[in-house]
């Protein structure tokens, strides 16, 4: 069993004011200080992205991808810093329908988005299609047969995504590119796809590492998926195997990431 009060209690013990914020809108739905999306959104370059580090000169594709992540915890995909951030992504997305770091980041970057690493572009193409498919589904809920800014984009990239998985299900590279690509595809109509990357996953689910478990549930919930589906429960399953006794989910790397990681297992136990 997951002990939840625990979870909520090492975060507020251990996290930041915006690791809070986190996870009162996460438990409550409050919404945060005007100063908790500033500190999301300061740093963001005038074309839109943001640098992965202060200062940077360039935009990087997978930072901008972990700042929509953290501002869509606080419902934040609507505000105008996520809007540019969008349509930056769409900028820079290749005439193949995939997304790559510029190249000047190769020094730089880290292993899932070096420029012109195959493995890396499939991770980084899932990762934007995936958030631009949360803002397309957040729109179509509050203007419902409005064909989005987004879709052109979002199909390119379902395609490029598409014609990389093999019979088998399996995916270049990294294990999160499965179930980013496999929420794509099915948001994009391609089901037979998802199933199959989802039947690879399901053989790997029980031996995944808890932020592994955690990211593989929250991505599927916020696709759309219920909680009854059988790759969530399997992946809750697994968070509620490798819970530790203070409340956290280790990250797997420094432990100054477990806030960060037990944010996203609270998200998926939602």
Do not use: N
Not at 3 to 23: H, M, S, W
Not at 149 to 178: H, N, Y
Not at 191 to 210: H, P
């Amino acid at each position: 069993m997951v002990d939840i009060d625990a979870a909520i209690g090492f975060v507020v013990a251990r996290g930041d004011a915006l690791d809070r914020a986190r996870l009162s809108h996460l438990r409550t739905g409050a919404i945060p200080s005007d100063e908790v999306y500033d500190q999301i959104e300061r740093g963001q370059a005038e074309s839109g992205g943001w640098p992965a580090k202060p200062g940077d000169p360039v935009a990087s594709v997978d930072a901008t991808c972990f700042r929509l992540g953290e501002l869509d915890d606080l419902s934040g995909l609507g505000r105008p810093a996520a809007r540019r951030a969008l349509q930056w992504l769409i900028g820079r997305q290749r005439a193949d329908g995939c997304w790559e770091e510029d190249q000047s980041l190769a020094h730089s970057a880290p292993p899932w988005a070096v420029p012109g690493d195959p493995e890396a572009r499939f991770y980084l193409t899932a990762s934007a299609a995936f958030w631009l498919c949360m803002a397309d589904a957040d729109g179509r809920e509050k203007d419902l047969g409005t064909r989005s800014p987004w879709a052109d984009a979002i199909d390119r990239a379902a395609d490029a995504l598409r014609e990389q998985v093999t019979a088998t299900g399996s995916w270049p590279g990294f294990l999160a590119s499965g179930w980013l690509a496999a929420a794509v595809l099915h948001r994009t109509g391609w089901f037979y796809e998802a199933a199959r990357i989802f039947v690879a996953l399901s053989e790997r689910v029980r031996t995944m590492s808890a932020a592994d478990a955690a990211s593989l549930a929250a991505t599927l919930r916020r696709a759309g998926f219920g909680p009854d589906e059988s790759l969530v429960v399997a992946a809750r399953e697994r968070l509620s195997q490798t819970q530790r006794p203070d409340g956290a989910w280790p990250s797997g790397d420094d432990t100054a990431f477990d806030v960060q990681t037990t944010l996203t297992a609270l998200r998926a136990l939602r």
